[in-house]
């Protein structure tokens, strides 16, 4: 099966509020991404894509999803969780090795080209997305 690496696509992973999912989306996203012939984003997709869903796991009490998107060369990880409270801002850099908490956020600006988050509010869905995104190269 030959496919474009050009073609958009879309996947979305719904996870209980339970510690196993983190490594049921890592290892989903790994799949994902090698069935699309990226591979080569891989280990720092699953890096971003753990400390993403272990903050949706770890801070709120609803369930979360995993978010994955492919467009014109840019993969957006984005996880989402039902708390409409935005996350902790991340630790600066020089301050993650002395942090107790923040570092996830930490590595996710350090390693992703672009992140952020948004609130959501469409069709009685609440909560937010924490995202990043990595552009390849």
């Given at each position: ?27 989903t996203l790994r799949l994902i991404l090698a ?42 990880i984005g996880a989402w969780d039902a708390d ?23 590595l996710v600006r350090a390693c992703a080209d ?24």
């Amino acid at each position: 099966m030959s496919e474009d690496v050009n073609e958009p696509w879309e996947y979305c992973l719904y996870i209980p509020n339970d510690l196993r999912a983190v490594t049921i989306s890592r290892r989903t996203l790994r799949l994902i991404l090698a069935m699309h012939g990226l591979t080569c984003l891989a280990d720092t997709a699953e890096l971003l894509a753990t400390e993403l869903i272990s903050n949706a796991v770890r801070h709120t009490k609803g369930p979360a999803a995993l978010r994955v998107r492919w467009s014109a060369g840019v993969l957006r990880i984005g996880a989402w969780d039902a708390d409409p409270e935005p996350p902790q801002p991340p630790v600066p850099p020089e301050r993650v090795a002395d942090a107790e908490e923040g570092r996830g956020l930490g590595l996710v600006r350090a390693c992703a080209d672009l992140w952020g988050w948004q609130p959501l509010a469409r069709g009685g869905n609440r909560g937010k997305v924490v995202w990043c995104e990595l552009v390849s190269a």
